[in-house]
């Protein structure tokens, strides 16, 4: 995976969808973690409101 980003071989819009779609799954693997816990969609809204919370709480603590 390093290698094949970093030898040029493949041209640059090629690698921003490579990890295009390395992102996507992870978050449709997050997403099916959640319902494997539980299917109370609230609950599961609930923690991704606390985990967005917690995201933006770290990204103003490392600007400021």
Do not use: C
Not at 21 to 27: E, P
Not at 29 to 45: E, K, N
């Amino acid at each position: 995976e390093h290698e094949m980003l970093h030898k040029g071989n493949i041209a640059d819009w090629a690698k921003i969808m490579y990890l295009e779609v390395i992102d996507a799954t992870f978050s449709i693997d997050g997403v099916l973690g959640a319902f494997a816990f539980t299917l109370s969609v609230p609950l599961i809204l609930l923690g991704n409101g606390i985990g967005l919370e917690q995201i933006l709480v770290t990204r103003r603590g490392d600007a400021g």
